[in-house]
């Protein structure tokens, strides 16, 4: 049986992941992007990913985990029973392993050296979830290489350590 509950005094959220304005009484459909968002609170209002104010109405968060993940991959899936909140490392695993996805970098962890032709310096720098960090600019091509590789071992520890 679908459940539903009231937001703010002026939404109804289903646990099949619909929206309903009260004063309205229209359905919201939001903005297909990477994940469903919408817009509570007018013009004026924040927006907010569809998954996630289902998540937080109607699957327990007991182990206070950042993230939501969608069981079945689909991001446009909103029903409560196809979400999880999980740790980041729990949803990367999910996205790599199960649904056989790239991260954005094309690689989990991975990082090197690169050259800036303006300074005339080689830089160090690992990628880490599609983000990039960058740990100086160096005249020897060696020492950025050690760097960067001293930086991808530390990160390595720590995903083995905590993920």
Not at 25 to 38: E, F, L, Q
Not at 121 to 137: C, P, Q
Request: proline share 2%; glycine share 10%; aromatic share 12%.
């Amino acid at each position: 049986m679908q459940s539903k509950q009231i937001i703010s005094g002026i939404y109804t959220i289903y646990s099949d992941g619909s929206l309903i304005n009260n004063k309205t009484g229209k359905s919201i459909s939001g903005c297909k992007g990477r994940y469903i968002s919408v817009r509570l609170g007018g013009r004026s209002g924040r927006i907010q990913y569809l998954h996630r104010i289902v998540a937080e109405c109607f699957v327990p968060n007991k182990d206070n985990k950042p993230c939501v993940n969608h069981k079945n991959g689909d991001r446009y899936d909103n029903r409560a029973e196809n979400l999880e909140w999980v740790t980041y490392s729990e949803n990367h695993k999910h996205a790599y392993n199960l649904l056989n996805r790239q991260t954005p970098s094309g690689r989990y962890l991975g990082g090197g050296v690169c050259f800036d032709k303006s300074r005339n310096k080689y830089m160090a720098y690992t990628d880490y979830h599609g983000k990039r960090k960058y740990y100086g600019r160096f005249a020897d091509k060696e020492l950025a290489e050690l760097v960067a590789s001293e930086a991808r071992l530390k990160l390595e520890m720590i995903e083995q350590e905590y993920g």
